[in-house]
Structure formats: C-alpha cells, structure tokens
C-alpha cells in the first residue's frame, strides 16, 4: 500500500453550475480518466461515441461507472439517446435531466 501524495484541487461546484445556468459548460476533469481509458480502452469508445456527438463536457464520473455528456435541451438529449442505442444496442444509454 503506498499513501496517496496528493489529490486534484476540488471541483468548483459552484463554478460549474453557475457556467451550466448560463448555458456554457466549464471544464471539471476527471484526473483518473486517462488510466482509466488506458487500461480499458471500451471507456476511450463510450467517450469518443459521446464526443461525435453535439453533446458537450463529454467525461467519465469517478473511477468510470458511467460515461456522460451534457445536452442543450432535454429533446436533443432524447434524440442523442436514441441514436446511441440504435448505434451501441449492447450499452445501457439513458437520457436524464437535472434540475
């Protein structure tokens, strides 16, 4: 076991939410990503599916559960879902909205 030396700064939570109120999505990166796509390269194919979207602040969360990116509108996030299953009928894709 070796003690982990340091940490990425927090999340500004605010900042990202506020950016998301104003319609522009703020970077918030996910420092276990790149390994994570390294060692498991379907994660580089779900982020890269995503990407060819219009969909923005494409990311994984955490340790890499879930894939997601950020819609303009719960009818383009419908429409991406849709295509996606179409696309990758193996994957679990869900549109969801946050409030």
Do not use: H
Not at 57 to 74: L, N, P, Q, Y
Not at 83 to 96: G, K
């Amino acid at each position: 076991y070796k003690a982990v030396e340091a940490y990425s700064d927090e999340l500004d939570v605010r900042g990202i939410t506020a950016g998301l109120t104003s319609g522009q999505v703020p970077d918030f990166p996910n420092d276990l990503e790149p390994g994570i796509v390294r060692t498991y390269p379907q994660i580089a194919e779900v982020l890269a599916a995503l990407a060819d979207t219009d969909l923005q602040g494409v990311r994984m969360t955490g340790s890499g559960s879930t894939c997601f990116g950020i819609a303009k509108d719960s009818a383009r996030a419908e429409k991406i879902a849709q295509i996606l299953q179409a696309a990758y009928p193996n994957w679990w894709v869900q549109a969801v909205k946050s409030d």
